[in-house]
């Protein structure tokens, strides 16, 4: 079923007389069908219609923004609109009106809130006109301006890309090919910004949104993302040391193998611990009398293997440690390890609050060829945390963090940092320099690139 006409060829006295003709028909029917427009339109016109907003006037608003008690009100304003697109040429808004997907998702939030929107996920996934995430891409929960705009013309990439059948939904191969639309989609022509493309206008918008967040509250925390946000438009390549760099993380993957035994206490076995000393790839900061006998004695693997389970590399199943699929892939790919790395180089919440802003003053100090201490970064985090409003208990009082519990925050972070490489390492705790490695540049980049240019998953 295809739409004889485009909406934007439809004009009011379209709308006007195809009403009259269904109100010569069903007196009811037009007033279900004028309901429906207005709903649709919001007094914008014709021109406005589209599939994806029929999708989500039909499928979510009318079940959930009508305030009504009338028995079958779904129903009649689908009918409703199914006719008007009739008489309009607009055969495939129609179909959807009258479609089983329509009727599925009406009789599913007739039972429930929670029935009625895990069907309107479905019903959006199969029509095929929701924009996919792509490998290189993920659209955000909550979007900006720019970033709705370049969803909707996604969407209508989607719509032409159905209607003139170079996407075949359900087809075989068509969530390829549906990416593949979506993506020439997102890197088309901007139609208000010379140079730009749907897709460079989205990650220029979260990046102002990821400055703005913290320049209404943090001078320091605010100057800081400024000074480095042009550095995160572009793609980083993995450079050439990643290898190097991941080089302890895929070493301890390939000798975890798929799975190891754990301790009562949940930590991996002496015997295993031990049988790693021999050729570990790090050194210990603080060298021991004698050789580690528990993973608690090598902070360094301990701090590694903690992290390789945050990165979802490692997981724990009742009394074993288990390599994952992701594991495995990271064990046998460097590239894939490095990806995960960069991705995962910062903890969340307040550990993740200081690790992030530490990089960002010694990406400040290496752009400025400035020499930096631990004690200036441990100060820089600690000055923007109370700006930011972080606080802690001490005592059964609210205090803001000092540089001691900045130093806490770091230190697991920090160990995998030093053992990669992506820190010049120092034997002083406080006092030396503390600098960011040419590989720790890149690693912080691409990190903060992740979390700035990524998706928005909150209103904050």
């Known amino acids: 079923m295809h739409n004889l006409v485009d909406p934007a060829e439809l004009s009011e006295d379209d709308v006007v007389g195809a009403l009259a003709r269904i109100a010569a028909r069903d007196a009811g029917l037009a007033r279900s069908a004028h309901d429906a427009y207005e709903g649709l339109t919001w007094g914008e016109g014709p021109a ?76 959006m996934e199969k029509s095929g006109v929701d924009p996919p995430h792509m490998a290189d891409f993920t659209w955000s929960d909550f ?91 572009h793609p980083l390549e993995a450079p050439s040391g990643a290898s190097a760099a991941v080089a302890p993380l895929v070493w301890l993957l390939d000798r975890h193998g798929a799975e190891q035994p754990l301790t009562q206490a949940g930590y991996l076995t002496p015997a295993f611990v031990r049988s790693l000393q021999a050729e570990r790839p790090w050194d210990l900061v603080f060298p021991l009398d004698r050789q580690p006998r528990t993973e608690g004695d090598d902070e360094v693997l301990l701090a590694i293997r903690e992290w390789l389970q945050l990165a979802g590399a490692l997981r724990k199943r009742k009394s074993k440690m288990m390599r994952t699929t992701a594991g495995a892939a990271m064990a046998a790919d460097p590239a894939q390890a490095w990806s995960a790395l960069t991705r995962h180089l910062a903890p969340q919440g307040w550990d993740g609050f200081a690790t992030e802003t ?44 000092t540089e001691s519990d900045v130093a806490w925050a770091l230190f697991d972070t920090r160990q995998v940092w030093e053992a990669c490489g992506l820190v010049i390492r120092k034997r002083d705790w406080k006092d030396r320099q503390f600098a960011l490695t040419e590989i720790g540049e890149a690693a912080a980049l691409s990190y903060l690139r992740h979390t700035a240019a990524g998706p928005r998953t909150s209103l904050e």
């Open 48 to 123: 406005v219609l589209r599939q994806a907003g029929l999708q989500f006037w039909l499928w979510y608003a009318v079940p959930t923004k009508y305030m009504t008690d009338e028995a079958g009100y779904m129903g009649r304003l689908a009918q409703g609109a199914a006719a008007l697109f009739d008489e309009l040429g607009l055969h495939a808004y129609a179909a959807i009106c009258r479609s089983s997907a329509t009727a599925e998702v009406h009789a599913a939030f007739d039972r429930s809130d929670a029935d009625g929107r895990r069907a309107v996920g479905r019903a």
């Open 358 to 401: 530490a990089l960002l003053h010694l990406l400040d100090s290496k752009g400025r060829d400035s020499e930096t201490t631990y004690g200036s970064v441990l100060e820089f985090v600690a000055a923007a945390a109370a700006e930011m409003g972080w606080t802690t208990t001490d005592g059964g009082e609210r205090r803001e963090p």
């Open 143 to 233: 979007m900006g301006g720019e970033e709705s705009a370049a969803h909707s013309a996604v969407e209508d990439a989607l719509e032409r890309a159905i209607a003139v059948g170079d996407l075949a939904v359900g087809g075989r191969g068509w969530r390829a090919a549906q990416a593949s639309v979506a993506a020439a989609a997102l890197d088309s022509d901007h139609p208000d910004l010379p140079g730009q493309s749907w897709r460079t206008a989205v990650l220029t918008e979260r990046l102002e949104q990821w400055v703005g967040a913290a320049q209404r509250s943090s001078r320091l925390l605010g100057s800081a993302r400024a000074a480095v946000a042009n550095r995160l438009l």
